[in-house]
């Protein structure tokens, strides 16, 4: 079967500092793969989707950026974090395009 | 444009009541998914239900059940003799539109309290 792991589970940064998660999918090949941000605990906001390795498409201008340098890995990073970046971050995976996404634990990220 | 309007932004009902969590949608597609996903305390969506446009038959699944009427764009969820298990916030999703960023659609959600 699937899983879906993210690293760290929190983490709390101060403001200016750079940032990796981390998110890698197990049990399946060239999965669709993607990054949502959940803010005030209400409403998912797509940042990034990438549908294969070094293929990333960007939703929502901002300080992050993704990468995924290997078929089941998918990165979010900063370079320097703003107190805007505070959220919940989700991965998560679908066979393709409109499939059922399924979603990791989450990355709780608190910018002080 | 395409959207998701959960106009229910919390729901409190004690434990063993039925509850009902509205779900409207817009999207200028003719074919497409609608999902149903929970979200406990603990902050990971668990995926309950995707329900293809063609498709309007009723689902039933245990104490949930959904309800989806295309003429309303509606696609409501439905839990039956409800347990404080059931407490979360709970998602409508709505499919990428044809051409579009390859993200779902969500509403904003629904807070459910089941009292004890």
């Known amino acids: 079967s699937q899983t879906i792991h993210q690293w760290p589970a929190t983490l709390v940064q101060p403001v200016g500092s750079p940032l990796s998660l981390e998110c890698t999918v197990e049990?399946?090949?060239?999965?669709?793969l993607y990054w949502y941000r959940q803010a005030a605990g209400r409403g998912l906001q797509l940042l990034f989707y990438?549908?294969?390795?070094?293929?990333i498409s960007s939703e929502v201008p901002q300080n992050l950026s993704a990468s995924r340098p290997q078929d089941r890995q998918f990165i979010l990073s900063s370079k320097k974090l703003l107190l805007s970046d505070s959220g919940f971050y989700l991965c998560a995976w679908s066979v393709r395009r409109a499939e059922t996404q399924y979603f990791g634990p989450g990355t709780r990220l608190l910018v002080l | 444009a395409q959207k998701v309007t959960q106009a229910q932004t919390e729901i409190s009902v004690v434990e063993k009541e039925d509850v009902t969590l509205d779900c409207v949608y817009e999207?200028?597609?003719?074919?497409?998914?609608l999902f149903w996903y929970k979200q406990p305390p603990s902050g990971e969506l668990v995926f309950l239900i995707r329900r293809n446009s063609f498709d309007e038959q009723n689902e039933i699944s245990g104490r949930y059940s959904w309800n989806f009427q295309k003429s309303t764009s509606s696609f409501n969820f439905t839990i039956t003799a409800s347990q404080v298990v059931d407490s979360a916030v709970y998602f409508c999703a709505l499919t990428p539109p044809g051409g579009g960023a390859d993200g779902l659609t969500f509403g904003k959600g629904t807070h459910l309290i089941i009292q004890p």
């Open positions: 999207t200028r597609d003719t074919t497409y998914y």
């Open positions: 990438s549908v294969g390795i070094g293929q």
């Open positions: 049990g399946t090949s060239n999965p669709n």
